[in-house]
């Protein structure tokens, strides 16, 4: 680890993050993982599946 990691993780001690952005962060993960779980359930559209073009 380097010390600007040591510098960052004192800083976010002192000022934590407000609950509003901690929320935010939630809510965003989580339809991250609502988006991988459908696609791992019903599959990657073949619509929007990359095609090589031909020459």
């Known amino acids: 680890m380097t ?3 040591f510098i960052r993780m004192a800083r976010w001690a002192r000022n934590p993050p407000s609950a509003d952005r901690v929320r935010l ?3 965003v993960v989580a339809l991250c993982l ?3 779980g459908a696609e791992r359930l019903w599959g990657f559209p073949d619509w ?3 095609q090589k073009l031909k020459p």
């Open 3 to 5: 010390p600007i990691w």
């Open 25 to 27: 962060v939630l809510v």
């Open 34 to 36: 609502l988006v991988a």
């Open 48 to 50: 929007l599946t990359p």
